[in-house]
């Protein structure tokens, strides 16, 4: 039972270029959730995904898709990165409630 | 508009000395105030679940409270184990999506 698993841990990109942070959980929950966290702000919900098949925008969808791939697995792109995407990226499950499971985060830095 | 704050934005502690964090709310009817613990490096790990004043929660020595506008995680005798940033969040009935605080930075001194 390994809860929710992320790819890459750490990622450096160059302006411009593209990439897809993959996301998986083990659990059955039916919510997946993209956030992302910057020092001295909270986590910000950047797209999630109620149920398989769905997907709607958070607070900061610019820059970002997303594919609900499965039930298990919900990935995001970022088709053009740009600096102000340097962040820590953090996948989550959950029933549908607040009571999430977290990923371990990927680390973007672009220059 | 739907705001949290956490305060103080960190906390430092001898080990053994008792002290509350503080997470304000604002928001048009609460679902629920949940809070998660966060280490470095790691993704946050869920805490408690509240859903309306009164209510308290207990997890060895982490004991959250609610008021209708504010909630406390208050750690009691606390050891260096337990030096973590502790993030609040809070649940709308209106909006599906959770509101974070920038959370309080706790580090426990032996």
């Known amino acids: 039972n390994a809860g929710v698993t992320q790819t890459p841990k750490f990622q450096v990109l160059k302006t411009g270029q593209s990439m897809t942070l993959q996301c998986a959980q083990d659990?059955?929950?039916?919510?997946m959730y993209w956030y992302r966290q910057d020092p001295g702000m909270g986590l910000r919900l950047i797209y999630y995904s109620a149920s398989e098949g769905t997907t709607d925008k958070g607070e900061v969808p610019n820059g970002y898709n997303v594919s609900r791939l499965n039930k298990r697995e919900f990935s995001l792109r970022l088709e053009s990165a740009a600096p102000s995407q340097t962040s820590v990226y953090f996948c989550?499950?959950?029933?549908?409630?607040?009571?999430?499971?977290f990923g371990p985060g990927t680390r973007l830095t672009v220059l | 508009e739907d705001q949290v704050t956490q305060s103080p934005e960190a906390l430092r502690l001898q080990e053994g000395e008792s002290s509350s964090l503080n997470c304000s709310y604002t928001?048009?009817?609460?679902?629920?105030l949940f809070w998660y613990r966060q280490d470095p490096g790691k993704g946050p790990e869920f805490l408690f679940t509240?859903?309306?004043?009164?209510e308290e929660k207990e997890k060895e020595r982490l004991k959250a409270t609610l008021t209708k506008k504010e909630s406390f995680l208050h750690i009691t005798a606390p050891k260096p184990e337990d030096s973590a940033t502790y993030l609040c969040?809070?649940?709308?009935?209106?909006?599906?999506?959770?509101?974070w605080g920038a959370g309080t930075k706790l580090i426990i001194k032996p």
């Open positions: 659990m059955n929950h039916n919510s």
């Open positions: 969040a809070v649940q709308a009935d209106s909006n599906y999506q959770l509101i």
């Open positions: 989550a499950s959950s029933e549908g409630g607040g009571r999430g499971v």
């Open positions: 509240l859903y309306s004043a009164g």
């Open positions: 928001v048009s009817g609460l679902r629920g």
